[in-house]
């Protein structure tokens, strides 16, 4: 089986692949010749990941799945959330949206967010949602240096380690994306 994954980001894309069984083939945006950003313009990340999933199934017409992911914080009503990637700015700059994190974070006592991943799934006409959550506290400072976006200041649920620190292959088991995806394969499975 051979789907297109909508996203132009090489880490999402490279977690994937890691996670998908040998016997699905994953095409990334630059394979099927799309160069354009996909708009997200959504208000929530459900939508968000809807609306890029049917932008390549109508415009390239391939079977594929598109996610999108926020991380949601309590102490800041939810968010950055559905605007996680451009917290600090439409430059979309990683540095920028943590700093802009942890200073609104300075002087709050509940630290507990989760990160959700909604993944959007059109196969053979059909349009299929998964939804993953990761819940946890968000740090005082970064930690550690795998992962990408806000992964140096999470740490999930039950463990002591950030997002950043622990193993790929124990964040595929336990992040939003891992369980939205796993719930994908399942599904593809059968």
Known sequence: ??????????????????????HITILS???IGCKEDIPETAD?????????ANYITKKYGY???????GLEVEALDGAPGVHS????????????????LLAAMKNKINRNACFKTVIA????????????VA???INLEQKGNRGFGYDPVFTP???DLTFAEISISLKGEISHRGKAVKQLIDFLKN
């Open 85 to 100: 990637a451009r917290y600090a700015g439409e430059h979309r700059d990683t540095e920028d949206n943590i700093n802009k």
């Open 135 to 137: 819940r946890g506290k």
């Open 63 to 69: 079977n594929c799945f598109a996610d999108d992911t």
């Open 157 to 159: 649920e039950g463990h």
């Open 44 to 52: 929530t990340i459900e939508d968000n990941a809807i609306l890029k």
């Open 1 to 22: 089986m051979t789907l297109v994954f909508a996203s132009n980001n090489p880490n999402k894309i490279q977690e994937i692949q890691q996670l998908m069984p040998k």
């Open 121 to 132: 799934l059109n196969l053979n006409g059909k349009q299929i949602l998964f939804t993953g």
């Open 29 to 31: 945006l630059a394979s």
